[in-house]
């Protein structure tokens, strides 16, 4: 680490990217552990679709609102022990979920979890970028398909450690929180030693950082992008809080067997996070954009008129394409503005955690009202969204 910490700006450091998606991968392991618990949460506790939909809302929120606050705060004092910190949030909300023996109970536990990924993402995309060596699209990427992995993998663990011997199981995912811990200390210490080197550099430099577009075409832009976050987000909240339900209740399979499915889907995103990076580094952002979202409407728009094996294939599908923009996406945010980078990343990482959980708590009512299959008959216009790429314009050719 002390020699990545002596390297010219303008150098990728790959162990500290490796590193920082294998926590990324960690953390998001930890978050998707609440999903992935819903119907054990929904038989332990009695609880409605509504109420499912409260807890995410709850989590979202606390996920999504401090985000921009904290990638404000950090912009203006960026701290190397955030991530450690964010995860100490996590362990506590997992320990608290494992035991709690209430609605309200289990509302605090998810906004300690919550917190805990609001601390994490903002710095670490932050870290992401100051290693990235003008590889951003690749960088980026390499830290999303960690978080997405990490995503896949928590129904999978939940699946196997979790449903089969009661809720307390939950609360052995602390223990991998508190390893965590432990493993982000090399990366606080390079990030220490980073940030003096990054000050001295500047100091002698004295470069003014611009946005590339005038102001009012940077406004429209990141307008038309949080539109973009919002579709694709409707869209995979819906599958990621009510697919296990969706299979179980139009197709009969288990609570295990359906959380196997979900992480089919979610392995998907991962595969496609992985894509999107680097092809956005080649061709321009926009066409990543336009390609992900738009590109997945005729797969969703399928989906609600499929057996389960082609549900499954479906599936897999929409998380492989629609999965590559969320990279994108932010590479071209912060490349509007790369002065705030943090704001920037706690901006959209925020909210598209917030529009998921919105999302979730909407649609859990729909569920009660009209039942699991309307969500997917409705949820599958979303993409149809990505047509409002056409007016970004073009960075590739700016910058």
Known sequence: MEKASNQPL??????????????????????????????????DLLLSFGQIGVITLVYQLAASVFQPVVGLFYDKHPS????PIGMGFTMVGLISLAF?????????????????SSTFHPEASRLTSHASGGKRGLAQSLFQVGGNFGSSLGPL??????????????????????????????????????LQYLKVSRANAEVKIESPLPRKKTILSIVILLILIFSKYVYTASLTSY?????????????????????????????????????????????????????????????????????????????????????????????????????????????????????????GKMADSYGIEAVYHLCAFMPLLGLITWFLPDLKKKI
């Open 243 to 363: 697919y296990t339900f969706y299979l179980i209740e139009k197709f009969g399979v288990s609570i295990q067997y359906s959380q196997v499915l979900l992480f089919v889907f979610l392995l998907a995103t991962a595969i496609g996070t992985m894509i999107g990076g680097p092809v956005g580094d080649k061709i321009g952002r926009k066409y990543v954009i336009w390609g992900s979202i738009l590109g997945a409407a005729p797969f969703t728009l399928m989906m609600p008129y499929a057996s389960l094996f082609w549900t499954v294939v479906l599936s897999f599908c929409v998380g492989l394409i629609i999965s590559s923009a969320f990279p994108a996406i932010l590479v071209y945010a912060q490349e509007l503005l790369p002065y705030k980078l943090g704001l920037v990343s706690g901006l959209f990482f925020g909210f598209a955690f917030g529009i998921g959980g919105i999302a979730s708590a909407v649609l």
């Open 157 to 194: 663990l939940v699946a196997l450690l979790v449903a089969p011997y009661g809720r307390q199981h939950i609360g052995y995912f602390a223990i991998l929180a508190f390893l965590s811990i432990f493993m982000m200390m090399p990366i606080s210490l390079w990030y220490r030693k980073r």
């Open 100 to 116: 709690a023996t209430s609605l309200s109970g289990i509302l605090v536990s998810v906004f300690l979890v919550g917190v805990g």
């Open 80 to 83: 190397p022990w955030s991530l």
């Open 10 to 43: 303008n150098e990728t450091t790959f162990r500290i990217l490796i590193a920082l998606g294998m926590m990324h991968c960690m953390n998001d392991t930890l978050q998707s552990v609440i999903s992935a618990s819903y119907p054990i949460l929904k038989d």
